[in-house]
């Protein structure tokens, strides 16, 4: 069975104390892995999206990274604002669409 | 531009009561996805449509639900005959197209209680 866990489940820093989130992921097929980021009472922001090892994206204090088995989603120097739960979620080729499988989330609090 | 939209964004429920889920996709997206989000869980799928046609209703977790999107555009979720574990946020998402990587754009939820 197909499966994506993330860890750690929460995660609470320092502002300014650099840290990385987990995804791993048993999936065949793997078309895309996508990182959201969700705030209380809203729907998951789009961060990125990978699609193969070795692929790296960044944005301002975030950068994503991708190998064969997991992917870290890489926070540098965070800020209150980043607090958030981060979602990943793994992209098959079923059906000839793009069914998504989604983690747990990590939940990220940053304290000033 | 406009995001997806959902309503209502909130929605209280008596045990037995039908309800309908409203989802207006980005315009001309093709695809669209219904989830459900249990508290401190990550989105569970339940159905997806590309324009009108429902290719994929595996998630839907038993006959009381229902979904359509009868002109490709908006969509709606309905549950018939609500039971409490029913209460979630139900999610609606849509992609430009169908093909691999296309991003999911997410709307902000109706969270659903059941009493």
């Known amino acids: 069975e197909d499966q994506v866990t993330q860890s750690p489940e929460a995660l609470r820093l320092q502002e300014g104390e650099s840290s990385s989130l987990n995804c791993s992921y048993t999936?065949?097929?793997?078309?895309?892995l996508f990182w959201y980021r969700q705030d209380p009472g809203k729907g998951p922001e789009f961060l990125f999206t990978l699609y193969s090892a070795g692929e790296e994206k960044e944005k301002e204090r975030l950068k994503a990274t991708l190998t064969k088995k997991e992917s870290f989603l890489h926070i540098t120097a965070p800020k209150p604002e980043d607090s958030a739960t981060y979602l990943c979620a793994v992209q098959l080729n079923s059906g000839g669409y793009q069914k998504v499988t989604f983690g747990t989330g990590t939940k990220l609090q940053v304290i000033p | 531009g406009a995001g997806v939209s959902q309503s209502p964004r909130y929605k209280v429920a008596k045990r037995g009561q039908d309800v309908a889920l409203r989802c207006d996709p980005i315009s001309g997206h093709v695809s669209l996805f219904w989830y459900q989000q249990a508290l401190g869980q990550g989105p569970e799928f339940l159905t997806y449509f590309q324009n009108e046609a429902q290719l994929d209703k595996s998630g839907l977790p038993s006959d009381r639900f229902f979904a359509e999107r009868p002109e490709g555009s908006v969509s709606t979720l309905k549950i018939q005959r609500t039971q409490q574990e029913d209460s979630a946020v139900y999610l609606c998402?849509?992609?430009?197209?169908?093909?691999?990587?296309?991003?999911?754009?997410f709307g902000p939820g109706t969270r659903l209680l059941v009493l």
């Open positions: 998402a849509s992609s430009r197209d169908r093909g691999s990587g296309e991003t999911q754009y």
């Open positions: 999936v065949s097929g793997l078309r895309g």
